[in-house]
């Protein structure tokens, strides 16, 4: 009841935004977990051939997020988030409706253009809407968007009943609803008119050192957050030798959410002391989350005690995860002009999801070698020490004074609309 209250705290168009993750997630996580497997069995396509229509949709997306963010900064977050919408409409539904591989490779590149184009503008529209409220509203964008991420693939379980093309179809269906939802409802801000080019902007981001050590500092964050799709599946199976109970990573997270990420943010803003001391503390948590699997790993045939202590670590990386990424959103916005908030956003991902990658194969090698008989702790170990690392960069950067401070937020509760915009 108190996430609905402070809902209901913010201006229509916050509002909207909260709703619209919700339903972006649940049809991003509807279709893409079982695209590989529709790909392989019901296409017949080899390995590297799936790793190349998998790549292309990451590689367009990161690679084109200081695109995206440019595009809101000059053109209006609104239009940039209902294009993303509908490119990523037509790309599940070309997923749907074929499966020839030139097909395929431009359903992969525009879903991915997609997410370029709508992740920095709707994180810049919601900051800019939020006023001195950002950390709260990025933690209720949260809630919604880690909601959405459990229900899109249980939809997607029982659709693909049904076949891959129903799935594929109800996803870009809810695309569709949602482009037209936001085009209908979504008020337009105004655009003030650029400063200067395009490539301008992005020198002056790239070249603000405190924001690129802030950048680098927090990569362990997205880093340690893409291993609930590698290392804890990995971990879960081997606990309980049954793959259906990887679902039990997302109800955690969910039901840990729902429960505590509002009450979190909250109490920590309220607390003060500097939002990169609560930054390190999360990047601390979600690494000290690797040690309990740590500890369970290569402990021979699966156990309730063994996912027991998995579930533990995945509530520390989810505890981590839920401090920290409120006010890493809060400070991006912060460290320099506000007409290059999108800027910032697409710039901050891009390094993040290039970092992630990275570090995906990392943590990958690591497995492989634990596999063939090296110690079974070693990936764990990994990213323990990349939290833990994180933690210690972010908190060097407090110390020395190299992070923004945003204005002290207002009182809790909803207010006055014409106060809240």
Known sequence: ????????????????????????????????????????????????????????????????????????????????IIAGCALRTLGFGLFALGDGLPVLIAASVLSGLAGALFNPAVRTYLAQEAGDRKAEAFALFQVFATTGALLGPLLGGLLLLGGFRTAALAAAGLFAVLTVAQAAVLPARPVPPPAGTVLGDWREAAADRRFAAFALATVGLYGLESQLYLLLPHAVREATGH???????????????LLLQLRLTRALTARGGG??????????????????????????????????????????????????????????????????????????????????????????????????????????????????????????????????????????????RSEAR
């Open 243 to 257: 793959p259906a109970a990887v679902g039990l990573l997302f109800v955690t997270g969910t039901l840990a959410g």
């Open 275 to 416: 939002r990169g001391r609560w930054i390190a503390a999360g990047l601390a948590l979600a690494g000290l989350g690797f040690l309990p699997p740590l500890l369970a790993a290569g402990a021979g045939e699966p156990h309730p005690a063994r996912l027991a202590a998995v579930l533990a670590g995945v509530l520390l990386l989810y505890a981590g995860l839920m401090t920290a990424q409120p006010f890493v959103m809060e400070l991006v916005p912060a460290f320099g002009r506000p007409d290059l908030t999108g800027t910032r956003y697409g710039l901050f991902y891009a390094v993040s999801g290039v970092t992630a990658a990275g570090i995906g194969l990392g943590v990958g090698a690591a497995m492989d070698t634990a596999a063939r008989g090296g110690p079974p702790w070693l990936p764990y170990a990994c990213c323990a020490a990349l939290g833990l690392g994180s933690a210690a960069a972010v908190a060097l950067l407090h110390r020395r004074r190299a992070l923004p401070e945003p204005p002290a937020p207002a009182q809790d509760g909803p207010r006055p």
């Open 1 to 80: 009841m108190k996430t609905l209250a402070a809902v209901r705290g913010f201006p229509p168009a916050v509002r909207l935004l909260l709703v619209n993750q919700l339903g972006v997630n649940t049809g991003f996580y509807l279709l893409v977990p079982y695209l590989a497997v529709h790909l392989t069995d019901d296409l017949g396509l080899s390995a590297a051939v799936v790793g190349l229509v998998l790549g292309l949709r990451n590689l367009s997306q990161q690679g084109l997020f200081i695109v995206g963010g440019s595009a809101a900064d000059r053109l209006g977050a609104r239009g940039v």
